[in-house]
């Protein structure tokens, strides 16, 4: 009489068909992340990275190796260092709004000169084809003309509008008078892959953190500054620079 009511009270024993049901749904929420995860794995080992021009090419490569495009006179007393992704507002805004004055009023002038580096950043699907658009032309001596072509027409190109962006840096490179058939080829083989992904390894050797970033004199900038800025920057830098060393 003891035992009467209790039978089958408390915590369900081993063989009750509740215990045998959540032993079933662990085992195949179990087996369901084992198949996920190997699936995630043969994706990741069989396939290349979304942009393929963004695949290395060859080991790291040493700090220094990276050689930019330069503007200007040589021996100009002070130097304006730039890192940029093609495909970054800011730095659109830069080559647009500031960059022309920066160049007339400064660079031309021989206060400064300025070398570019390219800075490719991962969440821009179409900037290393543009970097190896703006390098190809370098090729036939039109950097800085492609670069300016580039900027301006980023809404045309870029990985929010388009997934084949080379078709439309192929009409800049026509519209510039490059030889296409040699510029298509040097793009498509990525023949400066190496010459990027040194502009790419300098800048995160010196930890730069946003693009467009600038470096003049001993002064670090970032973001779209205004030619106020620079010139200010570039005045304070020369007035550093030794008596008689200036070129102008």
């Known amino acids: 009489m003891a035992n009467t009511g209790r039978k089958g009270g408390g915590r369900a024993g081993r063989g009750t068909p509740q215990r045998r049901s959540s ?5 195949a929420l179990l087996g369901a992340i084992i198949v996920i995860g190997i699936g995630a794995l043969v994706y990741v080992t069989t396939h290349p990275t979304a942009d393929p021009a ?3 090419a060859g080991p790291p490569l040493p700090p220094g190796s990276a050689k930019g ?9 002070v130097h304006i260092v730039e890192f940029a992704d093609y495909e970054c507002p800011a730095c659109a805004n830069y080559s647009v709004v500031t960059e022309p004055d920066v160049r007339s009023r400064i660079v031309d002038s021989g206060f400064a000169n300025v070398t570019y580096f390219d800075f490719p950043l991962p969440m821009h699907k ?18 800085w003309e492609m670069h300016d072509r580039i900027f301006a027409g ?18 800049y490179a026509k519209g510039l008078g490059l030889n296409v058939g040699t510029w298509h ?8 892959q190496r010459d990027i992904e040194a502009s790419k390894a300098e800048a ?20 779209s500054v205004p030619y106020d800025q620079i010139r200010g920057a ?3 830098a020369r007035r550093a620079v030794p008596a008689g060393a200036h070129t102008p």
């Open 54 to 56: 963004a695949r290395s």
């Open 126 to 143: 179409n900037t290393w084809w543009a970097s190896h658009a703006a390098a190809c032309a370098a090729d036939q001596g039109k950097f």
């Open 154 to 171: 980023q809404s045309d190109w870029n990985g929010l509008v388009t997934d084949d962006p080379v078709p439309i840096l192929e009409g």
């Open 23 to 27: 032993r079933t749904w662990f085992f």
């Open 69 to 77: 495009y330069p503007l200007g006179n040589p021996q100009a007393p």
């Open 185 to 192: 080829s040097c793009v498509t083989n990525r023949v400066h």
């Open 204 to 223: 995160e050797r010196r930890h730069v953190q946003q693009t467009p970033t600038f470096y003049v004199g001993d002064r670090v900038f970032a973001g």
């Open 234 to 236: 570039v005045d304070s």
